[in-house]
């Protein structure tokens, strides 16, 4: 279909001197990256984790990280944040991620979708199911030991959540994404959750106009321990194959186990983001500026 971002890719595929070109683009975004990360007021908890199990994985290993998303700039500011400088020019290491086809792939522009291709993005469409080409090269991606990020919240938040500070729900394609590798190699991909306070007040989706981040932003990230799935899709596999009377690893799931995959790791971030709320306000307060509403920083 011509609207679901995927059908000019090819015209991207320009041989060596994209490779060169690709280098040079990446170099100046996360040098940017790098520059605006200064201007904020970052502390991170448990980082560790995060190096030890995304960073420091197996070649073939496959790792779905998962996160709230307050802010149209989560990815790549968060990462940069995150990650060392050197990481970014990993190419074959990097995270693979989506991006909404209307919002990043909206007409044939190959500037953009140049851009988004040298970041390791590739489009998904909101309301096309799961059985979309963005889920299955995702898919694909994780079945080769890939990492693959994922905005489980499948926008950017609910401005009404952000009185309660509370995440949206969360869609079932993050927890196809888990069934489907299973299903595909015998291993769960390991899923690493990360909750962050403060990017909501960084070009937030539901202002009227964007603006530009204000300086010493406070911005605040926690890593939580790896999901495990192994011991569920197993027995779900074995039910699977029992209730059809059929000896066949590849026997289709039914979407209860996405949902229920899905319901896990909402569950998991649930209690990653109170703890991490509950260590902002230990430390900063109960009136810290990263808890707050975006209204207290921007004039309406």
Not at 155 to 183: D, S
Not at 209 to 226: F, H, N, Q, S
Request: glycine share 8%.
């Amino acid at each position: 279909a011509g609207d679901d971002g995927w059908s000019h890719r090819q015209a991207l595929n320009c041989g060596g001197a994209c490779s060169v070109l690709r280098t040079a683009t990446r170099a100046v975004l996360i040098s940017s990256l790098k520059c605006i990360g200064f201007f904020f007021d970052v502390r991170t908890y448990d980082l560790h984790k995060f190096q030890k199990h995304v960073m420091e994985k197996k070649s073939d290993e496959a790792v779905i990280t998962v996160a709230n998303h307050d802010s149209i700039v989560d990815d790549p500011l968060i990462f940069s944040l995150m990650l060392p400088t050197n990481w970014f020019f990993k190419t074959h290491e990097m995270r693979w991620g989506w991006c909404t086809a209307e919002v990043c792939f909206p007409r044939r522009n190959m500037i953009t979708d140049f851009i988004f291709e040298t970041g390791k993005i590739f489009p998904i469409v909101r309301g096309n199911g799961l059985e979309q080409k963005g889920i299955r090269h995702a898919v694909g991606h994780l079945t080769r030991g890939d990492w693959f990020h994922v905005f489980p919240e499948g926008r950017v938040a609910y401005p009404q959540l952000w009185q309660v500070n509370k995440m949206g729900p969360f869609r079932w394609g993050v927890g196809k994404l888990v069934v489907e590798t299973h299903r595909r190699t015998g291993k769960a991909p390991k899923v690493v959750p990360f909750v962050h306070r403060g990017m909501h007040v960084n070009l937030p989706r539901h202002e009227e106009k964007y603006v530009l981040p204000l300086p010493r932003t406070p911005i605040r990230i926690l890593v939580g321990d790896p999901i495990d799935f192994q011991s569920t899709l197993d027995a779900h596999q074995r039910l699977r194959r029992a209730s059809s009377g059929r000896d066949d690893p590849f026997f289709p799931p039914d979407e209860d186990i996405y949902e229920a995959v899905t319901e896990q790791i909402k569950l998991s971030m649930d209690r990653l983001q109170n703890q991490m709320d509950d260590i902002i306000i230990s430390e900063e307060g109960p009136d810290s500026p990263s808890l707050s509403n975006t209204s207290l920083y921007y004039k309406k």
